[in-house]
């Protein structure tokens, strides 16, 4: 037996039946020489979310809109009075948020991260009301250096975290080693790096005691950036070989740190491998 799963756009993705739980879709049986008429099905509407977007000086038009509902996401942008709508969700838990030019990527209503969601139960409701206030934006800069030299490291990401880690923001630090991340939030933040493509550790910016380093950030500012050094890899490399000794090609190699963090490669032809970071 399979089922049939519709993905539409304007239309919530769904199993045949109709139904949003693959446990009740309808079944049909197929096989060799056996050719099956999925016959006729209306599909389910879902559910339509609406409100409006503004900013410190009113609506704001053109402004990103998410919308999560029933585990899908729709997305679609404000009109020039700052209105969204989105329709084609499955219903359940409702939780918008949006992001524009010079303003902070908001939840609903007003926050930094998730913190309350609206519900929309019934099968074709329209939730009206689902506003999003956005503040002005604060912008978060970093420089990574070479602790011994004290060259800028170029081209390295990192994800910078709300407090909590609910929230991750993340980018590539220019040719001149600057990270900038903007549309946050005043608050505390912690940043995460991958530094092995240049050579460095992939880590927490951690302070001399290997504490995590906290950022705290200004609300509607645009700081300039905090110096953070990288620290050189450690590097793991070896051969995978087998009982007689022959090199095995396309092993998975995972190195796990003492706090749970891993680090993987594949062997190469000549079972060699390499782990940096």
Do not use: C
């Not at 304007?10 to 949003?20: A, M």
């Not at 209306?42 to 000086?57: D, F, H, K, M, N």
């Amino acid at each position: 037996p399979w089922v049939i799963w519709v993905d539409i756009a304007g239309w919530p993705s769904q199993y045949l039946g109709p139904t949003y739980d693959s446990d009740l879709a309808t079944t049909f049986e197929a096989g060799p020489g056996l050719a099956s008429d999925a016959g006729t099905h209306a599909l389910l509407g879902g559910i339509t979310v609406s409100g409006t977007v503004s900013g410190p000086t009113g609506p704001v038009p053109d402004s990103t809109v998410h919308v999560y509902a029933g585990g899908q996401v729709v997305t679609v942008e404000t009109d020039e009075d700052g209105t969204y709508r989105a329709s084609g969700l499955p219903p359940g838990d409702v939780l918008p948020w949006a992001s524009a030019d010079g303003l902070a990527t908001t939840y609903y209503p007003d926050q930094d991260r998730p913190t309350q969601f609206l519900q929309a139960e019934a099968e074709g409701e329209a939730l009206e009301g689902a506003d999003l206030i956005l503040p002005t934006e604060s912008v978060f800069q970093a420089l990574f250096v070479d602790p011994e030299t004290g060259e800028p490291i170029p081209e390295v990401s990192a994800l910078l975290y709300n407090d909590t880690h609910t929230v991750g923001r993340g980018d590539k630090a220019d040719s001149e080693g600057v990270l900038r991340i903007d549309g946050l939030h005043g608050g505390d933040y912690e940043i995460y790096i991958w530094g092995s493509s240049a050579g460095y550790s992939d880590d927490w910016s951690r302070d001399s005691d290997q504490a995590i380093i906290g950022y705290p950030l200004a609300s509607q500012t645009d700081a300039d950036p905090v110096e953070i050094s990288l620290h050189p890899s450690a590097i793991l490399q070896g051969r995978v070989l087998d009982l007689d000794g022959q090199p095995i090609g396309s092993a998975w190699v995972i190195a796990r740190s003492e706090d749970g963090g891993t680090e993987s490669t594949m062997s190469d032809s000549d079972g060699s491998f390499l782990i940096a970071g």
